[in-house]
């Protein structure tokens, strides 16, 4: 079955200081991966993608992801936090065992920034 | 820049009770997606639309719960009767077609709580 693991329910990272978000998925195929970040009471915005290509992908706010094949993980990360980037991650996967568009979405990781 | 509209934001109700929440997709795309979020969990899909046709409602609770999207633009989610453990965010997306490498987009959600 396809599934998502996101090892740290919580970060705590100091503002200006660097950041990884840990995801690791399980899935049959080639996957579709996706970081998403929602921020209290609000829906989710997509971050940034990977399907096919570079397995360095770059995407809004500062972030980027590596797509890890040998060992089923897909990153995220940042060079410098901001305050604003205090929120809750979610790492999702997707592709052709799963109708390419039913994401499996991990548990979530909530960053807290510190001043 | 083109949103996912959900109402309401957010609803009380007590159990036994009949609600229901409206989504309305981003105009041109087919693919309309109800999720539940259950609080410090991630997302978990409900039912999935192609225009007015069910994709996808193998985790829905069928019991209870009910969607349509009779003329395959809005949709609504209804949950009858309600009960305590359906307290979460309910999340509409939406994306242009069910095939190959799409992008879900999100609305901001709606809260329930089930007193």
């Known amino acids: 079955a396809q599934s998502v693991t996101q090892p740290d329910i919580h970060i705590t990272v100091s503002e200006g200081a660097s950041l990884e978000l840990r995801c690791n998925y399980s899935y049959g195929a080639t996957p579709y991966l996706f970081w998403y970040v929602q921020s209290p009471g609000q829906g989710l915005q997509l971050l940034l993608k990977y399907f096919s290509g570079d397995t360095l992908v770059q995407g809004i706010k500062g972030f980027e992801a590596e797509f890890k094949r040998s060992q089923s993980s897909f990153n995220l990360r940042k060079p410098s936090v901001h305050w604003s980037d205090a929120a809750e991650y979610f790492c999702a996967v997707g592709g052709a065992n799963t109708g390419f568009q039913k994401l499996v979405f991990g548990t979530g990781t909530r960053l807290l920034v510190s001043p | 820049e083109a949103e996912v509209a959900q109402s309401p934001r957010y609803k009380i109700t007590e159990k036994s009770q009949a609600v229901a929440f409206w989504c309305d997709p981003i105009?041109?795309?087919?693919?309309l997606y109800w999720y539940r979020q259950i609080l410090g969990q991630g997302p978990e899909l409900l039912v999935q639309?192609?225009?007015?046709?069910?994709?996808?409602d193998s985790q829905l609770p069928k019991d209870r719960f009910s969607a349509e999207r009779l003329k395959g633009v809005d949709s609504t989610l209804k949950i009858q009767p309600a009960e305590l453990g359906d307290s979460a965010m309910y999340l509409c997306a939406s994306s242009l077609s069910t095939g190959g490498a799409n992008v879900l987009t999100f609305g901001a959600g709606s809260r329930l709580t089930v007193l």
């Open positions: 105009s041109g795309h087919a693919t």
């Open positions: 639309f192609q225009d007015e046709s069910v994709v996808d």
